[in-house]
T-cell receptor, first 113, second 113 residues
């Protein structure tokens, strides 16, 4: 499986944008980039995913490098409720059957009031 | 509104005493998963059910078993809990096995005395 690398932790001030990087230099052409986050004492929740083009939804934006070897999750205005561990995960769309979600170490985001 | 429900949220058991954790879903999803998450670590998949088909991860200890009596419910049985089994246990569902989004419950925190 292609691996992802994320910083262990990041800090952001409340109300400011946050850019969470993820490196995936061995990504294959059929790997989707997924992001999940886990708030304290809760289960992970889906944030966003993309293949090649940048993606936006109500929670965040995903910027994907042209060579797809890296991506950035963007939270446009961080709130205290965004403090969580953010996981960047690759999932291969070729697999018609079972597709395991393998969580890496993730980035722990601290939001400072 | 709850979609994936786990009971209880906190479970205390004694060393070697069998324990069962439960998960239910209102999403009518085909796939249900059990993850183990130890302190400060990422979730690790134990096994999953696709409908009634059980799929065990290769490194899941025999001490862990699962049952899925119907679409809505799935149980995690730990036959003889050891101190090393103290963890958060997360249940998740997805509509299909491919790259579908996984929806997680809030988890059950297991303490082994």
């Amino acid at each position: 499986d292609a691996k992802t690398t994320q910083p262990n932790s990041m800090e952001s001030n409340e109300e400011e944008p946050v850019h969470l990087p993820c490196n995936h230099s061995t990504i294959s052409g059929t790997d989707y980039i997924h992001w999940y986050r886990q708030l304290p004492s809760q289960g992970p929740e889906y944030v966003i995913h993309g293949l090649t083009s940048n993606v936006n939804n109500r929670m965040a934006s995903l910027a994907i490098a042209e060579d797809r070897k890296s991506s950035t999750l963007i939270l446009h205005r961080a709130t205290l409720r965004d403090a969580a561990v953010y996981y960047c995960i690759l999932r291969d769309v070729r697999t018609g059957g079972y597709q395991k979600v393998t969580f890496g170490t993730g980035t722990k985001l601290q939001v400072i009031p | 509104d709850a979609m994936v429900i786990q009971n209880p949220r906190y479970q205390v058991t004694q060393f070697g005493k069998p324990v069962t954790l439960s998960c239910s879903q209102t999403l009518n999803h085909n796939v249900m998963y059990w993850y183990q998450q130890k302190s400060s670590q990422a979730p690790k998949l134990l096994f999953h059910y696709y409908d009634k088909d059980f799929n065990n991860e290769a490194d899941t200890p025999d001490n862990f078993q699962s049952r899925r009596p119907n679409t809505s419910f799935c149980f995690l049985d730990i036959r003889s809990p050891g101190l090393g089994d103290a963890a958060m246990y997360l249940c998740a569902t997805s509509r299909e096995q491919g790259t579908d989004t996984q929806y997680f419950g809030p988890g059950t925190r297991l303490t082994v005395l």
